[in-house]
């Protein structure tokens, strides 16, 4: 998948502002995804992947981590049609609620890493 053929200093801007604005939950899992500490896999934030934003990005594995607030419950078709587009780029796509985040996050942390290839097979 490529990304827009001129991406603009708008849509840098956008990622940077989406970083500097993350919500409490995704600064809490960054904290955890960061640094390699989740078996090994480097994972990035707000990172462009064609015309979209991935909240949190892991290229080895080519799984993408979405942290769903409420805004999310009144977009479904939207998200469905970003998944699918995603999807078909051979990306996999899991999401987590922030709730879940706050609340437990080791949970989280073992939901995503059941979506990591273990270290004999990377």
């Not at 419950?73 to 987590?96: I, K, M, S, W």
Request: charged letters at 30%; proline letters at 5%; hydrophobic letters at 35%.
């Amino acid at each position: 998948m490529r990304r827009p053929d001129d991406p603009s200093y708008d849509s840098l801007d956008r990622v940077r502002l989406a970083r500097k604005q993350s919500t409490p939950a995704e600064r809490r899992l960054w904290q955890r995804l960061r640094a390699r500490q989740l078996n090994g896999y480097k994972f990035r934030r707000q990172v462009w992947l064609g015309s979209y934003i991935a909240d949190f990005f892991c290229a080895q594995a080519k799984l993408i981590v979405e942290v769903d607030g409420d805004t999310h419950a009144n977009q479904p078709e939207y998200d469905q049609r970003r998944t699918n587009c995603l999807q078909r780029e051979g990306f996999h796509l899991v999401r987590v609620a922030n709730a879940d985040v706050m609340q437990d996050l080791d949970g989280v942390l073992e939901f995503i890493s059941d979506y990591l290839p273990s270290p004999s097979q990377s």
